[in-house]
């Protein structure tokens, strides 16, 4: 059964840092292109990045890039985001999610994301 946990959200001051973890089950992200994503309240849902970490091929969000970085323990099967440089408008549920057909298939429940100004 494919499986995607999320934690470490929390309330963080601006300017702040934070790392979120997907722990994964059911599958090695290795082989799948993994996403994290935000939804804010009264938003659409967006990407903030996308991974293949089994190729080593990463992208983000222009609002994103340069503070957040997405790494994997393939030995854990644990995606991360590290968050830095973090801003008011961060403030999101995040979640992460795992493309194993088409599209974006299976996801975890999210976990909140503050940053207080």
């Known amino acids: 059964e494919v499986q995607l946990v999320e934690s470490g959200g929390g309330l963080v001051q601006a300017g702040g840092s934070l790392r979120l973890s997907c722990v994964v089950s059911?599958?090695?992200?290795?082989?799948?292109?993994m996403g994290w994503f935000r939804q804010a309240p009264g938003k659409e849902r967006e990407g903030v990045s996308c991974?293949?970490?089994?190729?080593?091929?990463?992208y983000y969000a222009d609002s994103v890039k340069g503070r957040f970085t997405v790494s994997g323990d393939s030995a854990k099967n644990i995606l991360y985001l590290h968050m830095s440089s973090l801003k008011p408008e961060d403030t999101a549920v995040y979640y992460c999610?795992?493309?194993?057909?088409?599209?974006?298939?299976?996801w975890g429940q999210g976990t909140q994301v503050t940053v207080s100004s």
């Open positions: 999610a795992v493309k194993k057909g088409p599209r974006y298939d299976y």
């Open positions: 059911g599958f090695t992200f290795d082989d799948y292109a």
């Open positions: 991974a293949s970490i089994g190729e080593n091929i990463t």
